[in-house]
């Protein structure tokens, strides 16, 4: 076969190889080319964070608005201190909005989502949010229904 | 009984001899870099005969895997009532495992058998010897560009492969067995991260392809020069792929993916 | 011997798997002759030729070509010393994917920098020598046996080395083959001021066209000089060798018990 003819076909596996390698970055994994840097942090304190992880998802009304910076532990009040990255276009969120601790699906993976309040004013950049709602703790809750409560 | 022990101490000598030849070996080929004018028209050549020419068992199989993985991951997610999992099910999988190995063992089966017995046929008919009676080092101009085409294949084929799968899966999830493609698409976006996912596979495939084009062309160099020691050398470039495939996939996975 | 020394060996002794090939072997080559190497199969005659090209290195001895001494070269120093040698193998062992015309002009490629129309020249010209220049464009698939080794020879030819050498070129041709490569030595020789080292089995036809010859049997020399000395050399070990007769110093029957025994034969015995 001309040599030139095979150059041809073998740019052309290579070129599907990345093409592929694309594919798996952008439809497979989501990878988003958006800029990452037009964020604002929020802080929230919860009891029990359950399953999050860093990266996990922060929503509002279902709508993907952040997400999760970092996870540390508070040593004084022993409860877990979550940081999140919202994006910087959600700026209004009213000051006495709550965030809970959800799962999607049974088996799902956890995520924060942003229950809105009333208050005119915002949260701003480094706020923390006033009240949080902890995850679901699947034994706690059985044994709660177990004694009737 | 002394024999015995004899005989197994040797054999565990040819062993590690063999072992060290490999690794002198590797040096000559990885170590002498040709001139550019002629050693990338050599790769380009070796990289259609091992590359392009693997492309048809590679998307047939994985379009098959894919599919089979549809099929069966609905079944065992339909009773947790978890279909709409079932594209992050497939792609992790594939993404992580299948596309590496599979890819992998298919190509020590087509490209390494056929390059062992290329090479050891070169060997048996005395090309290499005349080459090198010729001033030519058969190791740089027939080996290295057959090597590095491997090499570089490996991956791309591993891609492609986890591609049509994820492909075929679709077709299956979606077209056939009626999930959501909303879902399909958007819980596998949330769940298979590019670096820990799509990136360590990337670098399993190397990983394999590195090894596999090594066992393969060490052993048609190295083959008893005649066609029963062609075809000894052929079984064992199959073999002792696909064993060092799976055994570096179990390592790799621990390191990669595992919580230590 | 009237001309000097061009390969020289002195006392080489080289094993292979334990067993003794070459035992103390000294000759001399003379330069610009045709040499025959000649022995039973199985003697190491090939061996012979890879000492000399230096793919294999003596235990003990020296191999000494060109004036210089083969198994104390470097790698590059090696490999310019091959670029003078040429070397047609058994089998021809043209490279199979590569067509006549582009077999020939390998070594060209490699070792020179020439530009494409010269090449075509001395590929065309080494091909003329072998009576080969029509068959350029065909792939080594589809030459018969003897066009493979006139293929190997113009290819072993084509950079005008010092000395070629020839591995069993005649085992297995037919009589006009053989002919037209006995011409085809002979010939190269004369017309290149070549040194020819010849290995074979075949005496008839070596004797033939050699100028010197010698036979190496159990890793030693056993018989060297011109065909004619040979012819009347008094050792029978090289009697039977250059007769063919098949039984000898070298015994027609293999190492075994005594017939009566294996047979079961019994009473009164030969």
Redesign the interface.
């Known amino acids: 076969?001309a040599?030139r003819t095979?150059?041809i076909?073998?740019g052309l596996?290579?070129i599907?190889?990345l093409a592929?390698?694309l594919?798996?970055?952008l439809?497979?994994?989501?990878?988003s080319p958006k800029a990452a840097g037009a964020t604002y942090k929020l802080h929230a304190n919860f009891n029990d964070i359950g399953g999050l992880a860093p990266?996990g998802?922060i929503s509002m009304a279902g709508v993907t608005v952040g997400t999760i910076e970092s996870i540390t532990l508070d040593r004084e009040t022993f409860q877990a201190r979550v940081t999140m990255s919202i994006h910087k276009d959600v700026d209004n969120i009213p000051a006495d909005s709550a965030a809970v601790i959800r799962t999607s699906?049974?088996?799902?993976?956890q995520y924060i989502d942003i229950s809105i309040g009333g208050d005119l004013e915002s949260l701003k950049e480094g706020d923390t949010f006033y009240s949080t709602q902890s995850a679901m703790n699947l034994e706690r809750m059985i044994s709660n229904f177990a004694s009737g409560r | 009984m002394m024999d015995r022990i004899a005989a197994l101490g040797r054999t565990g000598l040819d062993v590690i001899a063999s072992l060290g030849r490999a690794c002198q070996f590797l040096a000559g080929v990885v170590g002498g870099v040709p001139k550019p004018s002629v050693g990338f028209?050599l790769l380009?050549?070796q990289?259609?005969a091992v590359?392009?020419l693997s492309?048809a068992i590679v998307v047939v199989s994985g379009l098959f895997i894919g599919m089979v993985l549809g099929l069966q991951g609905y079944t065992i997610l339909s009773d947790?009532?978890?279909e709409?999992?079932i594209g992050q099910m497939i792609?992790l999988t594939l993404?992580r495992e299948l596309a590496p190995v599979v890819a992998a063992l298919l190509f020590a089966g087509r490209a390494g058998s056929a390059l062992t017995a290329e090479i050891g046929l070169m060997k048996a008919t005395e090309q290499l010897s005349s080459m090198e009676m010729m001033g030519v080092d058969p190791l740089r101009r027939v080996i290295a560009p057959r090597f590095w085409a491997g090499f570089?294949?490996l991956?791309?084929?591993a891609?492609?492969f986890?591609?049509v799968g994820?492909w075929g899966g679709m077709l299956v999830g979606v077209e056939w067995l009626g999930v959501y493609e909303g879902s399909y698409?958007g819980n596998?976006?949330?769940?298979?991260?590019?670096v820990d996912?799509?990136l360590n596979g990337?670098i399993k495939s190397v990983v394999f392809g590195f090894v596999c084009a090594w066992i393969a062309v060490y052993q048609g160099y190295d083959c008893v020069p005649t066609s029963a020691g062609i075809s000894s050398a052929t079984t064992k470039t199959v073999v002792y792929s696909s064993l060092a495939v799976l055994g570096l996939d179990f390592v790799l996975t621990a390191v990669m993916f595992g919580n230590f | 011997m009237a001309s000097s020394a061009y390969i020289s060996l002195n006392d080489v002794v080289f094993s292979r798997s334990g067993r003794r090939i070459f035992d103390g072997v000294s000759l001399d080559i003379p330069k610009g002759r045709i040499t025959a190497i000649m022995g039973p199969s199985g003697t190491g005659k090939t061996t012979l030729l890879r000492l000399i090209g230096g793919q294999l290195r003596p235990d003990s001895g020296q191999v000494v070509v060109a004036g210089r001494e083969v198994p104390k070269l470097k790698r590059k120093e090696l490999y310019l010393l091959r670029e003078k040698m040429g070397m047609l193998f058994q089998s021809g062992a043209l490279f199979t994917d590569l067509s006549v015309y582009e077999n020939v002009a390998f070594p060209l490629r490699v070792h020179t920098r020439l530009p494409e129309d010269m090449i075509r020249d001395i590929v065309l010209m080494k091909l003329e020598a072998v009576g080969l220049r029509g068959a350029r464009k065909l792939m080594p698939s589809e030459l018969s046996g003897g066009m493979t080794r006139r293929v190997a020879l113009a290819r072993s030819i084509a950079l005008d080395p010092e000395l070629i050498m020839y591995d069993e070129p005649f085992a297995g041709q037919d009589p006009i083959a053989m002919g037209v490569l006995v011409k085809l030595i002979r010939d190269l020789n004369s017309s290149m001021g070549l040194t020819s080292v010849l290995v074979s089995h075949d005496v008839p036809e070596s004797l033939s066209i050699c100028h010197y010859a010698c036979i190496i049997a159990d890793g030693k020399v056993i018989g060297e000089g011109t065909p004619d000395e040979l012819r009347a050399h008094p050792s029978e070990r090289v009697q039977q060798f250059l007769k063919g007769q098949p039984d000898g110093p070298v015994p027609f029957h293999y190492p075994n018990n005594d017939a009566a025994s294996d047979f079961g034969i019994r009473g009164s015995g030969a």
């Not at chain 1, 439809?27 to 990878?31: N, Y």
């Not at chain 2, 596998?188 to 590019?194: E, L, Y």
Request: proline letters at 3%; aromatic letters at 10%.
């Open positions: 076969m040599q095979t150059e076909i073998v596996f290579i599907a190889g592929a390698l594919f798996l970055a439809q497979v994994s989501g990878l990266r998802r699906g049974i088996l799902g993976e | 028209p380009v050549k990289l259609y590359g392009v492309l947790f009532g978890s709409a999992a792609a993404v570089i294949s991956p791309v084929l891609m492609i986890a591609v994820v698409w596998m976006q949330a769940s298979v991260d590019f996912d799509v990337l």
